[in-house]
């Protein structure tokens, strides 16, 4: 099985104009990938709703995003305290 992907949104992930764009985050990948082609609206909890409809149009849960994103960070800690 290949790893999962979501998308991710949080209060930094913005545009010069204060559009939220999304990353897109691959389970047991580090980091993200800034998905600068979606562009949401510039009030959070409605940017918010959107990522987790793309997200449930790729068949992944609230619970499924937490455990993608989860996993990156692991290995993003993981690398950083140990190179």
């Known amino acids: 099985m290949s790893d999962r992907i979501c998308y991710w949104l949080d209060e930094t992930l913005t545009d010069r104009q204060g559009h939220y764009v999304p ?39 609230p619970e499924d995003a937490r455990d993608i994103i989860g996993s990156s960070m692991r290995l993003g800690n993981i690398k950083d305290d140990h190179g």
Not at 30 to 54: F, H, I, R
Request: charged share 20%; glycine share 10%.
């Open 23 to 61: 990353g897109l985050v691959v389970e047991n990948e580090s980091g993200y990938y800034e998905q600068t082609k979606v562009v949401l609206a510039m009030d959070l909890a409605a940017a918010k709703v959107v990522v987790e409809g793309l997200n449930a149009d790729m068949g992944i849960t």
